[in-house]
């Protein structure tokens, strides 16, 4: 993916050393947001403020927003909130400039503000959407989405058929054992997510997250095989007992059971 426009990047780093002007414009846009008691009039307000600045300034003010939110300040993370439950404020923006703005955020360094021009749009044949039904990206934007700290970014990130995205994802410290294990049992999806889940160095030693891929008929045989042999008693009687894996692999957990039947 091409670099940021070096204009939108160098404001970006004046942003950096003296961010007086995005505090400013935050500070003019929350005091309308909190005025406002209408739910669907914060909404317009918060659309308002997105599409009235220029690509630098509003990466910047979304950069300030995140800063005073993480510090506590209350009303900052309400607009946060608000942003997070109407996520179609950010996506009626122009795709184009959407993806002008996710560029100049990740090339600047601003990964969290980054994060948030990922989300939800219509399948329109963008590279990439075939693997992931929730975010509308190439698989590299993606896979550097993965290294993101926004839990509504690593929610959709959960379905996606890339191993490339996977490996990211579960790297990130910020996902926890039922994020891996809906990973695991996620049906369809491609055997290589799985294969990267199963050789994951702190995931794929995961009981619940083993246990699930055994139970995914998406999983390779021959890995499922070598899961089985790390299965308890009780579960190795589900699956002999399941219909959802194959008949090869019912039949090796029942010869897995057989010496400790009477």
């Avoid at 007086?20 to 009039?41: C, G, I, K, P």
């Avoid at 199963?198 to 045989?221: D, E, I, M, S």
Wanted: net charge positive.
């Amino acid at each position: 993916m091409p670099l940021a426009h070096p204009a939108v990047l160098a404001r970006l780093a004046l942003h950096r050393d003296d961010p007086a002007d995005a505090d400013t414009l935050l500070t003019a846009w929350r005091r309308r947001f909190v005025s406002v008691a209408d739910l669907q009039l914060r909404r317009t307000v918060l659309h308002e403020g997105l599409n009235g600045l220029d690509d630098a300034s509003l990466i910047a003010v979304l950069d300030r927003l995140d800063l005073n939110a993480r510090g506590g300040d209350a009303e900052c993370r309400w607009m946060l909130s608000e942003l997070a439950l109407n996520p179609s404020v950010v996506h009626e923006l122009p795709y184009a400039r959407v993806t002008e703005l996710y560029m100049a955020a990740r090339d600047a360094g601003f990964r969290d503000v980054a994060a948030r021009f990922l989300g939800d749009r219509p399948a329109v044949g963008a590279p990439g959407a075939e693997n992931n039904p929730h975010l509308d990206l190439s698989p590299g934007v993606r896979t550097s989405a993965a290294r993101a700290r926004d839990r509504l970014l690593i929610d959709r990130l959960l379905h996606d058929r890339d191993p490339r995205v996977i490996r990211a994802l579960l790297d990130n410290p910020r996902l926890v054992e039922r994020d891996a294990i809906k990973i695991a049992a996620l049906r369809p999806t491609a055997p290589e997510v799985l294969e990267a889940v199963a050789q994951h160095a702190r995931w794929g030693r995961n009981y619940r997250v083993k246990k699930a891929l055994v139970f995914n008929p998406c999983t390779p045989t021959s890995l499922s095989r070598q899961l089985l042999r790390t299965l308890l008693r009780q579960d190795l009687l589900a699956v002999r007992d399941t219909g959802s894996v194959g008949l090869e692999l019912r039949a090796d957990a029942n010869l897995l059971l057989t010496p400790q039947t009477e």
